[in-house]
Structures are given as structure tokens and as C-alpha cells.
């Protein structure tokens, strides 16, 4: 199985859930500007372009962080990584996964230096990032992750995306409890290993 990455980048939440659940892989490093790899033209692996994307052994290419972290949690059921299929639990999940998707990877992503906007529209998405944290922080008040008491793969992507916060400037300090998560999360083995492994800073 390969894992095609870029360091810091939104595949380290796949990195993260499939280093949890015990599953064997490869990194396969991507050079997003110019759409490479060390196969050559990465948009022959993935036309798309973008990351994370996983190679199953068969061949078969699965994209967007949301799904590639379900399907990992559901090769390893005995590790909780993610309710059951069918369980109101599962659909609860499947809400937090996608609000951190489309509300905060999003926003969080618009911030980078590749994306040209003035001043006013970025103070106009931290502004709308900012509520969006809010309602996280709040939740983690009460919750030690995001599905209660026990780690999951929503978990991971929350790490993977608010470890951007400091580098495009979006205000942490007045969400306590997120950043008591991001301490926990980065206590985690697994974190630590695929932080280390793309030779980033936790």
C-alpha cells in the first residue's frame, strides 16, 4: 500500500490512522508545485493533482482524506478507530469529519501563500475560521477527542489541519481546550512517528 504525501500536508492524517491501526505501508513523497514524484508525472497516479491519496495493492487509487480515513478505520475494527457502519455513532463521525473538511481544511487552506487575496478577505476568513474553532473548542471542553473518551480518526485530521494555524497566522490562544488536544494528540505514539517520518516539527 502507498501513501503519497507532502511533508505538513493533509496526508498526515492518513499517515497518522494508518500507523493506529497496524497496517503496513509506504510513503511516497510528492512534489505538489511541480505534480511529481519520483515515478515521474504524480497526475498519471492521481489526476486530481492534490494529496492524500492511497495506492491499495491491487491498484486501486482511493483520494480525499475523509473517505481514506474511514476505510482505514474500517480494515481494523478491533482498534475503535470509528464506530460501526449503520450506528447513529458512525454518522456522528462522519458529521465531525466533514465539518473539519469543508470548515476548517478549508479555510485553513485558503491562508497560503499560493492564494492571492487582500487583507480585508483573509480577515474575513479568520474571522469565519474563528467561530468555526469556537464550536470545536467548546466541544473538546467536555470531550477528551472528538468522539468522547477514546481516540479516533477524526482525531487525526483535527491534529493534521490545526497544526496549520500558527503558519497562517489564525489565533489559537483564546481555545484552551484545543490546544490541551493538540498537546494530547502529540503525545501519541503514532503521531510521533509519522511526524518524524515526514521530517516535520510536532
Same mark, same amino acid.
Given at each position: 500500500?502507498?501513501?503519497?504525501?507532502?511533508? *505538513?500536508?493533509?496526508?498526515?492524517?492518513?499517515?497518522?490512522?494508518?500507523?493506529?491501526?497496524?497496517?503496513?505501508?509506504?510513503?511516497?513523497?510528492?512534489?505538489?508545485?511541480?505534480?511529481?514524484?519520483?515515478?515521474?508525472?504524480?497526475?498519471?497516479?492521481?489526476?486530481?493533482?492534490?494529496?492524500? +491519496?492511497?495506492?491499495?495493492?491491487?491498484?486501486?487509487?482511493?483520494?480525499? *482524506?475523509?473517505?481514506?480515513?474511514?476505510?482505514?478505520?474500517?480494515?481494523?475494527?478491533?482498534? $475503535?478507530?470509528?464506530?460501526?457502519?449503520?450506528?447513529?455513532?458512525?454518522?456522528?463521525?462522519?458529521?465531525?469529519?466533514?465539518?473539519?473538511?469543508?470548515?476548517?481544511?478549508?479555510?485553513?487552506?485558503?491562508?497560503? *501563500? *499560493?492564494?492571492?487575496? $487582500?487583507?480585508?478577505?483573509?480577515?474575513?476568513?479568520?474571522?469565519?475560521?474563528?467561530?468555526?474553532?469556537?464550536?470545536? $473548542?467548546?466541544?473538546?471542553?467536555?470531550?477528551?477527542? %472528538?468522539?468522547?473518551?477514546?481516540?479516533?480518526?477524526?482525531? +487525526?485530521?483535527?491534529?493534521?489541519?490545526?497544526?496549520?494555524?500558527?503558519?497562517?497566522?489564525?489565533?489559537?490562544?483564546?481555545?484552551?481546550?484545543?490546544?490541551?488536544?493538540?498537546?494530547?494528540?502529540?503525545?501519541?505514539? +503514532?503521531?510521533?512517528?509519522?511526524?518524524?517520518?515526514?521530517? %516535520?516539527?510536532?
Amino acid at each position: 500500500m502507498n501513501l503519497f504525501y507532502s511533508p *505538513g500536508a493533509c496526508a498526515l492524517a492518513s499517515q497518522i490512522a494508518l500507523r493506529e491501526a497496524g497496517l503496513n505501508f509506504e510513503l511516497v513523497k510528492v512534489d505538489l508545485k511541480a505534480k511529481e514524484y519520483a515515478g515521474g508525472d504524480y497526475k498519471k497516479i492521481n489526476p486530481k493533482g492534490y494529496i492524500p +491519496a492511497l495506492q491499495l495493492p491491487n491498484g486501486h487509487l482511493m483520494t480525499e *482524506g475523509a473517505v481514506i480515513l474511514q476505510w482505514i478505520a474500517d480494515q481494523a475494527p478491533d482498534k $475503535n478507530l470509528l464506530p460501526k457502519f449503520g450506528t447513529m455513532e458512525r454518522y456522528k463521525a462522519m458529521e465531525w469529519l466533514n465539518f473539519i473538511a469543508t470548515e476548517i481544511h478549508k479555510g485553513l487552506g485558503s491562508l497560503f *501563500g *499560493g492564494a492571492v487575496m $487582500n487583507e480585508e478577505t483573509k480577515e474575513q476568513i479568520k474571522a469565519k475560521l474563528g467561530l468555526r474553532l469556537a464550536v470545536l $473548542n467548546q466541544h473538546l471542553d467536555a470531550n477528551p477527542y %472528538i468522539l468522547g473518551e477514546n481516540f479516533s480518526v477524526a482525531d +487525526a485530521y483535527a491534529y493534521n489541519v490545526l497544526r496549520w494555524t500558527g503558519l497562517v497566522g489564525v489565533d489559537m490562544t483564546q481555545h484552551a481546550s484545543l490546544q490541551k488536544f493538540m498537546t494530547t494528540m502529540a503525545e501519541r505514539p +503514532a503521531v510521533k512517528e509519522a511526524v518524524a517520518a515526514e521530517g %516535520i516539527r510536532l
